[in-house]
Nanobody, 124 residues
Framework: QVGLVESGGGLVQAGDSLRLSCAAS????????MAWFRRAPGKEREFVAA????????YYAEVVKGRFTISRDNAKKTVLLLLNSLKPEDTAVYYC?????????????????WGQGTQVTVSS
């Protein structure tokens, strides 16, 4: 089992930045690709960004490309999501996810482990 805990969410104004962090614990001796998803009020959960287990590949949803950056520090067992130029439509609960697979990283069903989420609220 792998435990994932997100942090760093909060209430910000449009144009501000936030840094979300996801800390992994438990059976982390395997190589896991990681991702961030989000669920906005009244909407389905959607893909935001993903990173391969060694960080050599990253993927982004079109709506966040150029504004968000995903990175990882395997020594610290953390994955970061830097959110720049935030917009009110970025308001959502952001979830961290992990998978042992190396493809299909944009798809929710690829992921075996999920965190509880951290709330990001962007005011206009």
């Amino acid at each position: 089992q792998v435990g994932l805990v997100e942090s760093g969410g909060g209430l910000v104004q449009a144009g501000d930045s936030l840094r979300l962090s996801c800390a992994a614990s438990g059976r982390t001796n395997r190589n896991y690709a990681m991702a961030w998803f989000r669920r906005a009020p009244g909407k389905e959960r959607e893909f935001v960004a993903a990173i391969s287990w060694n960080g050599d590949r990253t993927y982004y949803a079109e709506v966040v490309k150029g504004r968000f950056t995903i990175s990882r520090d395997n020594a610290k067992k953390t994955v970061l999501l830097l959110l720049n130029s935030l917009k009110p439509e970025d308001t959502a609960v952001y979830y961290c996810a992990a998978t042992t697979l190396d493809n299909g990283l944009r798809l929710q069903y690829t992921y075996d482990y999920w965190g509880q989420g951290t709330q990001v609220t962007v005011s206009s």
